[in-house]
């Protein structure tokens, strides 16, 4: 069963997905942006108490429920403290490495709607002024916040109706080089959820069912280790779909989908990865098997949860992953063609 791709769909839904901030536990934009992309396609979106995502598709075989789970929640931070001269402290919304982000910019979300912009610097700021601002530590403890507003105290900041708890965004700096790089900020793991949304579109447009009865799952708790952890009764395999990382110890290239055997919590099921494999081989996929260490997805999050079901991992290699990221359009694509595979095919 072969699928006619539309790969510059793809390309343009991933970029509107990183475009969207979506930090963990924050679902207001990307829920609603989610509904209209489903709607464009001919499907509907219903959702969990989590405010997860679901698009259920029926399949050939009613009698079996599969999940397939691309998290929409991205890295990000929360404001902690406002100091006495109106900086903000923030604490870290899942793994963010804070000499990734130095000198970047963000936005503050209100739980009034209001925005405003802001700059990521160290305490020691600057080497003109300050003798540790090479050495200090980046951490929670070192880094704030500076507004873009004219703002001297913790009472101007308030002013603007910010306050402990606020959400804060991370500008992403989408690009495609020529050559087929993707660079940004989210490709986890927008990537692999503009995958899944591109096969949905095929699906449509090609009258492709899937095997069984297939749920595309969107959570937005992944990054803090349980946006998985809820899982329908009906659903007996969940395969999440997660960047997979690069280096010394791995298989993985950008150019290439891995499929992971084990991560920091457990294997996962040996029969449904090996299925994985198998279809990898038999498309020819540029794939490889991998181990991850510092690492884990919502399937597994499923399996620690107590679901009853066999979870499966794959996904494009990322290079610098929970920094700026960066993977290449051959990887989408070996993704994308290893989700058809699984779902398309019995």
């Known amino acids: 069963?072969?699928?006619?791709?539309?790969?510059?769909?793809?390309?343009?839904?991933?970029?509107?997905?990183?475009?969207?901030?979506?930090?963990?536990?924050?679902?207001?934009?990307?829920?609603?942006?989610?509904?209209?992309?489903?709607?464009?396609?001919?499907?509907e979106v219903s959702y969990d108490r989590k405010h997860t995502v679901y698009i259920k598709v029926p399949g050939r075989n009613r009698a079996k429920t599969v999940c397939v789970g691309a998290h929409l929640d991205t890295l990000g931070l929360m404001v902690k403290r406002i100091d006495g001269d109106g900086m903000l402290r923030v604490r870290n919304l899942g793994g963010i490495n804070f000499n990734n982000i130095e000198g970047e910019t963000v936005t503050v979300h209100t739980r009034s709607g209001r925005t405003y912009t802001g700059l990521v610097a160290c305490q020691s700021h600057s080497v003109h002024v300050y003798d540790d601002a090479r050495t200090l530590e980046r951490n929670e403890n070192t880094m704030m916040v500076i507004l873009d507003e004219d703002v001297h105290s913790r009472e101007d900041v308030k002013a603007l109706g910010i306050e402990n708890g606020d959400i804060l965004s991370l500008e992403p700096h989408f690009t495609v080089t020529e050559n087929g790089f993707i660079k940004s900020r989210f490709i986890d793991d927008k990537a692999c959820a503009a995958c899944c949304l591109a096969l949905l579109k095929a699906m449509k447009e090609q009258s492709l069912t899937p095997a069984c009865d297939t749920w595309f799952v969107f959570p937005h708790f992944e990054e803090i280790g349980h946006g998985g952890s809820y899982v329908p009764e009906e659903v007996s395999e969940y395969v999440a779909l997660d960047i997979a990382v690069i280096g010394p110890d791995h298989n993985g290239r950008e150019d290439r989908v891995t499929i992971c055997v084990k991560d920091n919590f457990s294997p996962y099921d040996r029969e449904l990865t090996g299925r994985l494999i198998k279809k990898a081989e038999e498309k020819q996929l540029n794939f490889a098997p991998d181990v991850f260490y510092h690492y884990g997805t919502d399937a597994n999050a499923a399996v620690r949860a107590g679901n009853n079901l066999a979870a499966a991992a794959f996904g494009m290699g990322t290079y610098s992953s929970h920094g700026m990221e960066r993977t290449h359009m051959d990887g989408v694509r070996n993704t994308a063609q290893l989700l058809a595979a699984y779902v398309l095919e019995d």
């Open 1 to 43: 069963m072969e699928v006619q791709w539309n790969w510059d769909y793809l390309l343009e839904v991933m970029e509107e997905l990183i475009s969207t901030p979506s930090p963990v536990s924050f679902y207001e934009k990307i829920n609603p942006l989610m509904e209209r992309l489903a709607a464009a396609l001919g499907y």
